[in-house]
């Protein structure tokens, strides 16, 4: 499926680069969930929340701004920079002692991450311009992905038996530091500069076909599904181990890696069941997955003792990565089918802020509340989000999903024709 792409050498080495800053990241997330344990200890689901608040922020302002802005930008220094600041930052980390100094760093992190991922999207259909390359090389980002959700907690449980946490900041670092110099080395062409009718234009348009497309409005719903299962993952599982199950921070990693196995299993046992199958029932499937894995969760929190504990917890956590994965995995294939060529980077965009709007939602419930209220009755209330979000999806997603309609819809600027077919 991939083979094509490996003749493209600017691509190969862009794409590189984008996975090496992507496990880079993955070290990160188990690295902060540890660094705000020891600074904030049983009030660390708070400090996580916190900073994942700012980071979701950051991500739904930024993201779309820059997005916009890309092809005004000289994009081969400007991704080289911002992998430059991430690597920098990482590598500030281990030295902070406060808990503001935590929310500065990320504010900073993901703001460079935030421009990194749209400048990145729009210079790969310049780098891949056939359409078939460059479908293949957006099932190609998500494999990476998803295969990172796995390999990363994997490989810093591995680290984690020999070295202290601290150590796994370095080698995010030395993950950015390799891929700037792949980006260095990648021949990434300089778009021309577009008018303001262009950039008002490519701000709104993802916007405006999430509106008027049936099947993207089902999509909001389920990406609340997914966040509210999601926030239990990255916010209370260093929380839940350490003072629940009474783990250690190599445990910490093996139940995120339980969560990368189930995501990892279903995404790639789906692609062949998406040629015969809609995405339709797959995702709605996958959404109450997700709420059978919060409502398993609910009663493991009810649960006093036991070693049994930490096998039902590693279920969980693998329940809630397979259906993770049956709503993501499908999610750039949904998209494409729902936007013509010239506006799939627009909608992939919109789809990037209004998805992490969503976890600007669960965020800081999981967070604040857990410190306050306890895991049972945070994950009662995400669940009911869950359910709200399944509910809304299968309300607004029709049954009979057409493939295509004609839409009298112009996105483009006003002097061009419209140019949108939109699918149901």
């Known amino acids: ?121 729009a210079v790969i259909p310049d780098i891949l311009p056939d359409e078939r390359d460059y479908t293949r090389a957006l099932s190609a980002a998500q494999l990476a992905a998803t295969m990172e959700t796995l390999l990363s907690p994997m490989l810093a449980a591995a680290a984690l038996l020999v070295i202290s946490f601290h150590w796994l900041f370095v080698g995010t670092a030395i993950g950015f530091a390799f891929s700037a110099v792949l980006v260095l080395t990648t021949r990434i062409p300089d778009a021309g500069a577009t008018s303001q ?52 921070q190599t445990g910490v990693a093996m ?71 049956a709503i993501l995995t499908p999610t750039g294939q949904l998209l494409r089918r729902s936007a013509a060529p010239a506006d799939r980077p627009a909608l992939f965009a919109a789809q990037f802020s209004l998805s992490h709007l969503a976890w600007l939602l669960t965020y800081p419930i999981t967070g604040w509340l857990t410190t306050t209220a306890g895991f049972t009755t945070t994950w009662v209330i995400l669940a009911v989000i869950a359910a709200m979000g399944l509910t809304t999806a299968a309300r607004l997603w029709p049954r009979h999903d057409a493939e295509v309609i004609d839409a009298a819809y112009r996105f483009g600027p006003a002097t061009e024709a419209p140019r949108l077919t939109l699918a149901g």
């Not at 994942?52 to 080289?80: E, H, Q, W």
């Not at 993207?216 to 629940?244: E, F, H, K, P, Q």
């Not at 409502?295 to 504990?309: F, H, K, N, P, Q």
Request: positive net charge; hydrophobic residues 55%.
């Open 255 to 325: 139940l995120l890696a339980a969560n990368g196995f189930g995501t990892m299993l279903i995404a790639l046992s789906l692609p062949r069941l998406l040629d015969r199958v809609d995405a339709r029932p797959v995702m709605l499937t996958g959404a109450a997955t997700l709420i059978t894995g919060l409502v398993t969760a609910i009663a493991l929190s009810t649960a006093d003792s036991g070693e049994w504990r930490w096998a039902a917890a590693i279920v969980v956590w693998a329940l809630v990565g397979a259906g993770t994965a």
């Open 1 to 121: 499926m991939f083979t094509s792409l490996l003749r493209h050498r600017d691509y190969l080495r862009l794409f590189t680069a984008q996975v090496s800053a992507l496990f880079g990241t993955g070290l990160t997330t188990v690295a902060l969930g540890l660094l705000a344990y020891e600074l904030a200890g049983s009030e660390a689901a708070a400090v996580l929340g916190t900073a994942l608040t700012i980071k979701m922020l950051v991500y739904v302002t930024v993201a779309p701004i820059v997005g916009a802005y890309a092809d005004r930008l000289p994009r081969r220094t400007f991704l080289f920079g911002l992998n430059v600041i991430r690597g920098a930052v990482v590598l500030a980390l281990p030295f902070i002692d406060q808990i503001w100094q935590i929310y500065i760093l990320i504010a900073v992190l993901q703001t460079a991450s935030a421009a990194f991922t749209p400048t990145y999207q």
């Open 197 to 248: 009718a262009d950039f008002r234009d490519r701000i709104t348009v993802g916007l405006r076909i999430f509106a008027v497309t049936p099947r993207l409005r089902g999509l909001l719903g389920l990406n609340l599904v997914v966040a509210a299962a999601g926030s239990v993952i990255m916010v209370n599982t260093v929380n839940y181990v350490r003072d629940t199950l009474g783990g250690t």
